[in-house]
């Protein structure tokens, strides 16, 4: 998960990244953090905070962020854990220069690498695997800052969108598979913008470019942009499935792919699939109001507004036992009664990972009344976990993986369940290329080395 913004050739490019981290703020709310590099002072800056971009940063501190370039981070932890130590960017010192780096994926071989480089003498701050990434290019014996970069990120597997500052001078690259997402733009006044999704030009008003390709190392000096030595190729890009799925935000363009137009047509195929009598069709908000707005449209079946979502909902330490086993799920939702109450419901949700969070809200829409629910996923099970960077539990935690659809339907007290079928979710988005669908399909394209070998992986990612 995670989400990073970059910005080059403006004296504005701290307070146009805080602009780009708001519209990146559902790819996580763990920490946030800034980084620039005062081409004129010749120092780096850095400012990082925990929770929210709005809770760590103001005009203040902003003000204290000079540059012309400066890079931003949106931390969920897939690997490494919370805390400050391991929020991101990166900064150091080298002998090149200031570097800064952040990074959205999961490294595959993270701890086989970390493994060598403490063997070697390396001291480690944190225990994220981006770190990793830092020590490789500072250890390197090639001469020069792009032949560092080009020698550490010959030597990762799995998914990586990274942004990399080395003084004045900012890269960027994405993995050969492009798992994670990673787009080009360009700013009306001039200056370059690099960030997770399109929603991030949006709000500073870029001209969106391209998307960088899956391999691509990209070397930008103030307005001007250069392409670096490739990658390695692995074949066929394998971008994310369940980007289009859940994670990205609707306005968001991605792969040359709208995400609202890829979850609708989701919806639609799923009502083709799963055809239900009921009196109205509701969705699960806010990432499931696409594909119930799809399903709808296919179907027939009024759309209705019938769960409400609370959106200043924050970490809670309280669970009082009054409240009852579903005490998260009615912190986040509530149902419309006047909605509900004796009809026949089609409930529409992006996917099912656990199950706990939709069984509370099933038990929520019988309590306001509702005669028959019948439970409608917009994706295929999810059988497997995810190594390349989308927080997933464990195999043993994934309802799917253990249970039949009967099962799950009885677990869960819905009167019928339907998934959306693999065949069904890819033919929708066929003209996007392939994807990578291994929480599916267990197909895992980048080697998973440390898994392999021995090393323990994270049990989020």
Excluded at 221 to 226: P, S, V, Y
Excluded at 298 to 316: D, M
Aim: aromatic fraction near 8%; charged fraction near 20%; charge should be negative.
């Amino acid at each position: 998960m995670c989400g990073i913004v970059a910005v080059s050739g403006t004296p504005e490019a701290a307070k146009l990244v805080y602009l780009g981290m708001y519209s990146l703020q559902h790819r996580g709310q763990e920490a946030a953090g800034i980084a620039t590099y005062d081409r004129i002072r010749g120092v780096s800056h850095r400012h990082r905070a925990p929770g929210l971009v709005s809770e760590g940063f103001n005009e203040k501190v902003l003000s204290g962020l000079p540059g012309e370039v400066a890079m931003g981070h949106i931390r969920y932890s897939t690997a490494g854990g919370a805390g400050l130590k391991n929020s991101q960017p990166i900064r150091v010192v080298y002998r090149e220069g200031d570097l800064a780096l952040t990074h959205n994926g999961n490294l595959t071989n993270a701890n086989e690498l970390r493994a060598r480089l403490v063997k070697e003498g390396a001291l480690f701050q944190s225990t994220i695997d981006s770190e990793v990434i830092v020590h490789l290019i500072a250890r390197s014996q090639r001469q020069g800052v792009e032949a560092q970069i080009d020698d550490a990120l010959s030597q990762l597997t799995g998914a990586f969108s990274l942004l990399i500052t080395v003084n004045d001078t900012l890269y960027a690259a994405r993995d050969p598979f492009g798992y994670r997402p990673l787009v080009l733009g360009h700013l009306p006044g001039g200056g370059i913008v690099v960030a997770s999704e399109s929603c991030a030009l949006d709000i500073m008003g870029a001209r969106f470019l391209r998307d960088v390709e899956p391999g691509e190392v990209l070397c930008i000096r103030g307005n001007e942009l250069t392409r670096l030595r490739p990658l390695r190729p692995e074949g066929e890009m394998q971008p994310c499935i369940f980007e289009l799925v859940y994670f990205a935000r609707p306005d968001t363009r991605l792969w040359g792919y709208s995400v609202d137009r890829a979850r609708r047509d989701f919806g639609r195929r799923l009502a083709d699939e799963h055809p239900a009598d009921a009196d109205i069709v509701i969705s699960v908000p806010d990432s499931a109001n696409s594909a119930a707005l799809g399903y709808a449209e296919q179907s027939g079946i009024p759309f209705e507004l019938g769960l409400i979502r609370n959106h200043y909902v924050g970490r809670t330490f309280i669970e009082p036992s009054q409240a009852g086993r579903d005490f998260k799920v009615r912190m986040k939702y509530n149902a419309v009664r006047e909605i509900l109450a004796g009809k026949r419901v089609v409930v529409v949700d992006d996917s099912l990972v656990r199950g706990t969070t939709s069984r509370g809200l099933v038990n929520m829409l019988r309590e306001a009344g509702a005669n028959e629910v019948h439970f409608r996923l917009a994706s295929p099970p999810v059988r497997h976990p995810c190594f390349y960077g989308i927080d997933m539990p464990t195999k043993a935690e994934l309802i799917a993986a253990n249970r039949t659809p009967d099962e799950i339907a009885a677990y869960l007290g819905v009167d019928s369940l339907g998934y959306l079928s693999s065949e069904g979710m890819l033919d929708t988005v066929s003209d996007a290329g392939s994807f990578c669908t291994a929480c599916f399909s267990g197909d895992y394209r980048a080697p998973l080395v440390d898994q392999e070998r021995g090393y323990a992986m994270s049990s989020h990612c």
